[in-house]
């Protein structure tokens, strides 16, 4: 399973991963409590430039998108061999199918719309920082214990530490030292092993 939050639009997204090797299995929504409305009125625009009768004319326009009440998750798989089914992957390499009876511990419906709150502890680490909650709900949902989740933008550390709530291995990946920091303090108050992190200078 993989979650990137790039600032690539979604299209781009699955002809990259697609174009590496994965498939395209289905794109997730979450649905977030709150969000920020940033579209700018088009009147003030004209406004600015004193262009009264334009102000009027657009009264009620603005200029962006529509408030983002979800987050889009997009779920890609590995290509099963050739001839090979989801079944036959399942036995070979454990991966494939997934775990409804463990997502709905989660969510009170097996649906692509996932509603989970963020709670006190969700917030002010990151600038994109997802509930812990729901980091976990896509673990169960697509791992079993003792397999490898891996994070390439981790952050604040969220998804490494769900993942090591739930006796899954992780590897995580932050490129800012800030971050980097942030993500190892947190998953040392859940299990401390000092020798699961390295930093990596460039130069």
């Known amino acids: 399973m993989n979650i990137i939050p790039l600032d690539v639009t979604i299209g781009e997204l699955i002809e990259g991963f697609e174009d590496t090797g994965f498939t395209y299995k289905d794109m997730l929504a979450w649905s977030k409590q709150k969000a920020a409305h940033r579209a700018q009125r088009l009147s003030v625009v004209y406004d600015k ?7 009027e004319k657009w009264d009620g326009w603005k200029i962006g998108n529509l408030r983002p009440t979800y987050e889009p998750i997009l779920w890609f798989t590995k290509p099963y061999k050739i001839g090979g089914t989801i079944a036959d992957n399942m036995l070979e390499n454990e991966v494939g199918a997934y775990n409804e009876k463990a997502f709905l511990n989660y969510s009170s419906n097996p649906n692509n719309i996932i509603n989970i709150a963020s709670d006190k502890n969700d917030k002010g680490l990151h600038p994109t ?10 673990i169960e949902l697509t791992t079993k214990e003792n397999q490898i989740v891996l994070d390439p933008f981790c952050g604040s550390g969220t998804t490494i530490i769900a993942a090591a709530s739930l006796e899954r291995k992780f590897i995580g990946i932050e490129k800012d030292l800030n971050y980097f920091n942030i993500a190892k303090k947190r998953i040392k108050e859940i299990v401390y092993q000092p020798e699961l992190f390295k930093e990596v200078l460039n130069g």
Not at 129 to 138: E, G, I, N
């Open 49 to 55: 430039r004193g262009d009264n009768n334009s102000a």
């Open 129 to 138: 920082q997802k509930p812990l909650k729901l980091m976990q709900a896509l």
